[in-house]
């Protein structure tokens, strides 16, 4: 079973709770229309996801609560392996102060169109109103994510 069929029937299972739990809440008068916003608002997603292999929260232009760090990359390539570890670290220590995404292009094709990446790893530093700040090309230590976060503003001194 390939991914795009896992995520296919991902996404149909999501479709049918989401239509079970809202008959039900409907039927026992206890359809709130947040509840229901949010549920279809969820399966969107899910589409979006299974349709284009990318969550439309990290795309460019998509506020979120905090700034976010998209690095782009593949499982096999050499630096994106070194790389990996950095970024774990990055998601771990500074959770409260932005987020840290890794989408491999490679298994992903759709993702590396959607941002534009000429090459890998490709780091995408967004505001938390999704505007991109700044983009590097190939590996990037820890040191120069975190100095380049500080240069954008974010205040990373205290974390870690």
């Not at 998601?91 to 169109?113: C, L, M, Q, S």
Request: glycine share 8%; charged share 20%; hydrophobic share 45%.
């Amino acid at each position: 079973m390939n991914s795009k069929t896992l995520i296919g029937i991902v996404v149909v299972l999501i479709a049918v709770l989401g239509t079970i739990v809202l008959i039900h809440q409907h039927q026992s008068g206890q359809l709130d229309e947040t509840a229901a916003v949010d549920l279809q608002s969820l399966g969107e997603r899910a589409a979006h996801v299974a349709d284009n292999g990318v969550d439309p929260s990290l795309l460019p232009g998509n506020p979120s609560d905090l700034p976010r760090l998209v690095d782009l990359g593949a499982d096999n390539c050499i630096p994106c392996k070194l790389m990996a570890p950095i970024l774990q670290e990055l998601k771990v220590e500074y959770a409260e102060v932005f987020t840290t995404h890794f989408i491999d292009v490679w298994k992903n094709p759709a993702a590396g169109r959607q941002f534009s990446v000429r090459m890998i790893p490709t780091q995408i530093f967004f505001n938390a109103e999704g505007k991109e700040l700044f983009r590097h090309e190939g590996f990037m230590s820890k040191q120069d994510i975190l100095m380049r976060w500080r240069q954008l503003g974010v205040s990373v001194a205290t974390a870690g």
